[in-house]
């Protein structure tokens, strides 16, 4: 029952409010950075689009973002392109996004809202994937999850930042939002609302052309849809990958290094004792040289020891320098001079008075250089490797940037360059199924990022080996010629054409309707043989146990129609139309203690807060200023359209 609001909201009735409340959730944890620089001008990094209050919105991060939102988008449409996205009011919405990050920050921080280093930190060590084993912070797992997600410190700071900024802010104008409960009443009555009527079903097979088109018809089809046609921008790379064994024999140690190490780490190789014992702590020396005497009589150590209400504990692989740490000198001394299977003396440390039984000795002799010479150079060869292949990936890091050509670099490290076919930003080869080589992945959104010509390394996941590589050729996206694509462009003009005719189908089954007669006529009066229409009777209640998701959009329609109209619905992917006809609409019951009455005080509510919340957004904007610069926002269109002009 707790979903029948959630469902409702996203019905037409309900959309806005639903949106508002998932664009407020969406926005506090929104993932874009923010920068506070730059001037109104072009597409040049240091421009701006906007600004707000003080900060700027420069034009680089404008067009970054609405990549972000490409690529966030593909996750569920691979197949979406830049321009779908723009013509859609993407580009737009994104700003707006960006904007009210800023209008927040800077009307908190005016007022006195404050996000300081220390409040960051506890957040960061709350982030799940930041926790190592033990379940608690770890720097490696954070370093790791920021890889992962291609973050910096810096971005995920300032992410939860502006988010507890908003929290502090915007949260509480929301927070606790009460209905009166005539708006309550009236919200659950709704779901009491039951419609009948029929809904009939227009195919576009059945009017399908098997014919060809003209090259007018082609040629002025493919005119009126070039957006139809837009082709990906692609890009060819050439890479080569290295590891530690580009550093040859240079991570082989001398033997000076190898003699030095041994002195400098004598400690690791000096003679060495570990015994493992059976002790007990005793309160009194009297004590303890009771039990000692009874164990030497012939009485179990466990035995003497439990009659004193004392257990023993077991020590394993101890050192004498531990012991002395851990309990006293004068315990170390019984401990280490007695010989195995022997009761130590009594000794005294602030714990009270030990005996032990000496139950293991494994003593070591010290270690020349010789005998230690083998480990020394595998501890050596690791540190140089490790050093070595940083500071190489440094040096070429370096000389790519001060404009050394890949190629040079290949030859000098003895790599084989290797280069792929036409790729696309989604890791897949143009035109086919095909994924780019998998050791490409990490590096592909970059490799979209950079100008053709311009050499890049990356660390690969393991972080032991580099890739090095360039972008070789980049192919703007482009709508294609119609002489590659002829034969697409037909496939389409019919399924347009076919869709057409069942569209104008429907407007003439409409038109008999209004005219009088009933669907069922209206429907036999055409030549092709349609499907008869099938009756609907659903309630609200019912429609929101389904799912949004599960909806029919014919039944959709239904609830959005005046009583005794019919109207026509285009169909998904251009396969027909629907005439939905609505006879009745009544409302059912509703009784005092109905549970539709509880869950809108409480879901209501929700988006009831999140209009107050949209409204603080608004005054915040309207406080702080915001000024766009539409020629540089046009300019950020044009090139995410491919456009030079």
């Known amino acids: 029952m707790l979903t029948f609001f959630r469902n409702f909201f996203k019905t037409k009735i309900g959309l806005a409010l639903a949106l508002a409340f998932l664009g407020l959730i969406g926005f506090a944890f929104a993932s874009m950075d923010v920068s506070n620089t730059g001037a109104f001008g072009g597409v040049a990094g240091g421009d701006s689009a906007a600004v707000v209050g003080d900060r700027k919105i420069g034009t680089a991060e404008l067009n970054q973002a609405a990549s972000d939102e490409l690529r966030s988008m593909r996750a569920e449409d691979p197949d979406i392109t830049m321009q779908e996205l723009v013509a859609a009011g993407g580009l737009d919405r994104v700003l707006d996004d960006i904007i009210n990050r800023y209008a927040v920050m800077e009307w908190a921080e005016t007022n006195g809202f404050r996000a300081g280093t220390n409040l960051l930190n506890s957040e960061i060590r709350a982030?799940?994937?930041?926790?190592?084993?033990?379940?608690?912070?770890?720097?490696?797992?954070?370093?790791?999850?920021?890889?992962?997600?291609?973050?910096?410190?810096?971005?995920?700071?300032?992410?939860?930042?502006?988010?507890?900024?908003?929290?502090?802010?915007?949260?509480?104008?929301?927070?606790?939002?009460?209905?009166?409960?005539?708006?309550?009443?009236?919200?659950?009555?709704?779901?009491?609302?039951?419609?009948?009527?029929?809904?009939?079903?227009?195919?576009?097979?059945?009017?399908?052309?098997?014919?060809?088109?003209?090259?007018?018809?082609?040629?002025?089809?493919?005119?009126e849809n070039r957006q139809r046609f837009?082709?990906?921008?692609?890009?060819?790379?050439?890479?080569?990958?290295?590891?530690?064994?580009?550093?040859?024999?240079?991570?082989?140690?001398?033997?000076?290094?190898?003699?030095?190490?041994?002195?400098?780490?004598?400690?690791?190789?000096?003679a060495r004792e570990r015994r493992n014992f059976t002790q007990l702590i005793v309160p009194t020396r009297q004590g303890a040289e009771a039990i000692a005497e009874r164990v030497r009589a012939?009485?179990?150590?466990?035995?003497?020891?439990?009659?004193?209400?004392?257990?023993?504990?077991?020590?394993?692989?101890?050192?004498?320098?531990?012991?002395?740490?851990?309990?006293?000198?004068?315990?170390?001394?019984a401990y280490f001079t007695a010989a195995q299977g022997e009761l130590t003396s009594p000794a005294r440390s602030p714990l009270g008075w030990h005996i032990a039984r000496v139950t293991a000795?494994?003593?070591?002799?010290?270690?020349?250089?010789?005998?230690?010479?083998?480990?020394?150079?595998?501890?050596?060869?690791?540190?140089?490797?490790?050093?070595?292949?940083?500071?190489?990936?440094?040096?070429?890091?370096?000389?790519?940037?001060?404009?050394?050509?890949?190629?040079?670099?290949?030859?000098?490290?003895?790599?084989?360059?290797?280069?792929?076919?036409?790729?696309?930003?989604?890791?897949?080869?143009?035109?086919?199924?095909?994924?780019?080589?998998?050791?490409?992945a990490p590096i592909i959104e970059t490799?979209?990022?950079?100008?053709?010509?311009?050499?890049?390394?990356?660390?690969?996941?393991?972080?032991?080996?580099?890739?090095?590589?360039?972008?070789?050729?980049?192919?703007?996206?482009?709508?294609?010629?119609?002489?590659?694509?002829?034969?697409?462009?037909?496939?389409?003009?019919?399924?347009?054409?076919?869709?057409?005719?069942?569209?104008?189908?429907?407007?003439?089954?409409?038109?008999?309707?209004?005219?009088?007669?009933?669907?069922?006529?209206?429907?036999?009066?055409?030549?092709?043989?349609?499907?008869a229409p099938e009756p609907v009777?659903?309630?609200?209640?019912?429609?929101?146990?389904?799912?949004?998701?599960?909806?029919?959009a014919p039944i959709a329609l239904l609830f959005g129609m005046a009583q005794g109209t019919t109207k026509k619905l285009e169909g998904s992917r251009n396969q027909g139309w629907y005439i939905v006809d609505l006879d009745t609409i009544v409302l059912d019951e509703l009784a005092e203690n109905d549970p539709l009455l509880t869950m809108a005080r409480t879901q209501v509510g929700q988006a009831w807060g999140a209009e107050y919340a949209q409204q603080m957004l608004a005054a915040m904007r309207a406080e702080v200023g915001v000024e766009k610069n539409d020629n540089a926002i046009a300019a950020v269109r044009r090139q995410l359209l491919g456009e030079t002009n």
């Not at 921008?233 to 041994?262: M, N």
């Not at 740490?325 to 001394?333: F, L, M, P, Q």
């Not at 569209?503 to 055409?526: C, F, N, P, Q, T």
Request: net charge negative; hydrophobic share 40%; charged share 25%.
């Open 127 to 223: 982030i799940p994937a930041a926790r190592g084993a033990s379940g608690e912070f770890s720097t490696d797992a954070y370093n790791a999850w920021m890889r992962q997600n291609n973050l910096t410190d810096r971005e995920v700071r300032q992410q939860l930042r502006t988010s507890l900024l908003f929290q502090q802010s915007v949260l509480p104008a929301s927070y606790g939002a009460q209905l009166p409960e005539s708006i309550v009443e009236t919200y659950a009555r709704a779901f009491k609302e039951r419609r009948s009527g029929a809904v009939a079903t227009i195919p576009a097979r059945l009017f399908a052309s098997q014919g060809d088109p003209t090259n007018a018809q082609i040629t002025s089809f493919y005119s």
């Open 230 to 270: 837009v082709r990906p921008e692609r890009r060819t790379l050439r890479f080569a990958t290295f590891d530690s064994t580009a550093l040859g024999d240079s991570i082989e140690p001398t033997d000076a290094d190898i003699a030095a190490y041994f002195e400098d780490n004598a400690e690791l190789f000096a």
């Open 298 to 333: 012939g009485e179990s150590f466990a035995q003497a020891a439990a009659s004193a209400g004392l257990r023993t504990t077991e020590l394993a692989e101890q050192e004498r320098s531990a012991i002395r740490t851990s309990a006293s000198a004068a315990v170390a001394d």
């Open 361 to 440: 000795v494994d003593a070591q002799p010290a270690r020349t250089l010789d005998t230690a010479r083998e480990e020394i150079v595998t501890v050596l060869r690791e540190e140089n490797r490790q050093r070595g292949i940083a500071e190489l990936a440094v040096d070429i890091e370096d000389r790519l940037a001060d404009g050394a050509s890949l190629s040079s670099v290949a030859d000098e490290l003895g790599l084989e360059l290797r280069s792929t076919p036409a790729l696309t930003v989604t890791g897949q080869v143009y035109g086919t199924l095909q994924a780019a080589p998998e050791v490409l």
């Open 447 to 531: 490799a979209f990022q950079i100008d053709e010509g311009d050499a890049e390394i990356g660390a690969l996941p393991d972080q032991q080996t580099f890739l090095i590589y360039e972008v070789a050729e980049i192919t703007p996206s482009s709508v294609a010629p119609l002489a590659d694509i002829r034969a697409e462009a037909v496939a389409l003009w019919r399924q347009f054409s076919a869709q057409d005719a069942t569209e104008a189908a429907a407007d003439r089954i409409l038109k008999r309707v209004e005219e009088g007669a009933s669907l069922a006529e209206a429907l036999a009066a055409e030549e092709v043989n349609l499907p």
């Open 537 to 552: 009777n659903f309630s609200r209640e019912e429609l929101a146990s389904l799912g949004a998701t599960s909806i029919p």
